[in-house]
């Protein structure tokens, strides 16, 4: 991950606006997989994407339902998904194989010839260069097998036959398919990431902007700049006609944003602990203590539509269908309290804890000085999780990391 200047000025109490800068091509590099390309950690570890998306599904079969699918001869004669932000492409495969079924089923019933033609489909997964993109095709091909939170096993849509599969590494905040090509994209828990590094929280009491009570103007803006591309993008790619659905982190109506709801502790909290004990542990220094600023932002429900205002090439060619803010609650800590786990308390945080590593350990490792090896640093870092394991072990009825995302239908006019 390229960082800029880990060197924090001294701590204070509220987040100013003043802005570290880097940059990364389309996003690569803000943020990198833990874990193996090939072994899929993502979606091992990631299991509430699973509830989010089941919770998505009935949105997304409904406009494929409501959808105008082109003939044969017009454009592609196959139907174009694309998956942006797809991590290692594990978590999406139940509501892809539905997706494919229902494309196929509504195909055949505007076709005569149902026996024999079957609706081709290609399966477009995005993401960052940097991406697992083993872990992608292992999934992509059914050569890993995967199982939900409660143990069910997921469908792979490339069993159904006439299925496609591609990869795409250009990044999402830019256009990434040919103009008029993608009859259907959906993005999960992935939009949240910026293009760049603001780095305006370095120094500063908290670590993340959905944290700070006036919100840190460099990654507000920043978010603002990503979102207008991301939808500039999406309204390139798609057919007249075409859906997007788009399931992104958001800070709600009540001001809930991911891990800080209303039932249990906040996950941001601990992760603050968990960090500070490093501090009096002699593995980090008061520099270094302050040195993380998360490189995404929880988006509010005005910014999301601001986003579609002010640009006519957005405005003239998108519009909402519908926006809803939704809340999955953390499956771990619900199987954990209904007695269903089976697991002991230090079980529980060891089970739990890296559904929250895989998204944030390069971060937290970004804050750290750039003197250090990548070996120490590792070591340091290893210290971080096994601080919050036994933070959870204490008390871990109270722990988990609640969902709270925008769920927006995009379709882009005729």
Known sequence: MAVADTAATGASSTCANDAASGVATGGAGVHVPVGKDGEGLYTASTKGCFDVIDTATPIILREIEKQSLRPFGVGSSAFHIADYGTADAGTSL???????????????????????????????????????????????????????????????PYDLGNVFVEGCGVGFHNQCYASESIDFGVSFTAMHWLSAFPSSLR??????????????????????????????????????????????????????????????????DSFQEAWDQLKEQGLIDEDERLGVSFPNYYRTKHEFLEGLEGDDE????????????????????????SGKSGKSAREYAEWFVPTTRTWSHSTFKSGLKTDRTDEDKEKVMGQFWENYMTLVEKNPEIHGMDYVHAYIVFEKKE
Request: one cysteine or more; hydrophobic letters at 35%; proline letters at 5%.
């Open 94 to 156: 139940g509501l892809l194989t539905k997706m494919v079924q229902a494309i196929r089923s509504k195909h055949q019933s505007n076709t005569e010839n149902t026996s024999t033609d079957q609706k081709e489909v290609v399966l477009h997964y995005e993401d960052q260069l940097t991406n697992e993109w083993q872990s992608v095709f292992n999934h992509a091909f059914g050569l890993k097998p995967v199982t939900d939170a409660y143990g069910n096993p997921i469908p792979n």
């Open 203 to 268: 120094g500063k009491a908290m670590i993340h902007a959905a944290r700070c009570e006036d919100t840190p103007v460099p990654e507000k803006e920043q978010a603002a700049r990503d979102w207008k591309n991301i939808l500039k993008a999406r309204a390139r790619e798609l057919v007249p006609g075409g859906r997007f659905v788009c399931v992104n982190f958001c800070k709600d109506s009540n001001g809930y944003f991911l891990g800080q709801t209303d039932i249990g502790v906040s996950m941001w």
């Open 314 to 337: 957005i405005t003239n060619t998108l519009k909402v269908v519908s926006f809803e803010e939704k809340v999955v609650r953390c499956p771990y800590r619900e199987l954990y309290n």
